[in-house]
């Protein structure tokens, strides 16, 4: 199975995916949480990719899409959660090729979304405590600016496919909901 979860950053995508993976055995891909790794690990990808996330502007596509590529390409017995990717309409397109040359295909594409307001104010308290050197209010409206700009638009790249998820209320609500859309 593989699963792309959407929407804007303090939605709570990660969360979410997580719960999703361990339920059904996917590997959970969050590129955001690859390249904080690659940055503390002081690898030429993190390198690259840390001024970009600094000041809370996309990785390159390129960058993004080599990284992931390799990722399915060495775990093809696994289903996967994508978290936080793709991010802009090329990477959509390049994991579309990836995924025809694999002969694989996508099963659910879910988009949870939530009032801008509230994400801001969750973002400014995750900022309290996660240590992550893109969580200043400055950056966090940023994130939101490049979403709007550069992921949004994938909403309707997936309009065939893409469940949508009300993102307001606890963790166990937001995934009874996602778990009412899911059946394998
Ligand atoms: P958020 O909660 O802000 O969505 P993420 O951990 O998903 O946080 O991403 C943090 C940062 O990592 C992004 O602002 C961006 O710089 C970089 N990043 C993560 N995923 C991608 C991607 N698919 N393409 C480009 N940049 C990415």
Do not use: Y
């Given at each position: 199975?593989?699963?792309?979860?959407?929407?804007?950053?303090?939605?709570?995508?990660?969360?979410?995916?997580?719960?999703?993976?361990?339920?059904?055995?996917l590997l959970h891909l969050s590129?955001?949480?690859?390249?904080?790794?690659?940055?503390?690990?002081?690898?030429?990808?993190?390198?690259?990719?840390?001024?970009?996330?600094?000041?809370?502007?996309l990785v390159p596509d390129h960058l993004v899409l080599e990284m992931i590529e390799k990722i399915i390409i060495s775990n093809l017995d696994m289903g996967f959660i994508f978290d936080g990717f793709p991010r802009t309409v090329p990477q959509s397109e390049g994991l579309d090729s990836l995924l025809d040359r694999l002969k694989l295909k996508i099963n659910y594409v879910l988009n949870i979304s939530l009032d801008k307001n509230i994400l801001v104010k969750r973002l400014v308290e995750r900022a309290k405590s996660s240590g992550r050197a893109d969580d200043s209010e400055e950056v966090i409206i940023k994130r939101q600016d490049v979403y709007e700009e550069l992921t949004k638009p994938l909403i309707d790249y997936y309009r065939h496919e893409v469940t949508q998820i009300n993102g307001d209320g606890s963790i166990e609500e937001v995934s009874k909901r996602i778990l009412s859309q899911i059946n394998r």
């Open positions: 199975m593989i699963v792309i979860i959407m929407g804007p950053p303090g939605a709570g995508k990660g969360t979410q995916a997580k719960i999703l993976a361990e339920k059904f055995n590129t955001g949480e690859i390249l904080r790794n690659e940055i503390d690990n002081g690898s030429d990808l993190g390198l690259k990719a840390q001024r970009f996330m600094d000041r809370g502007n």
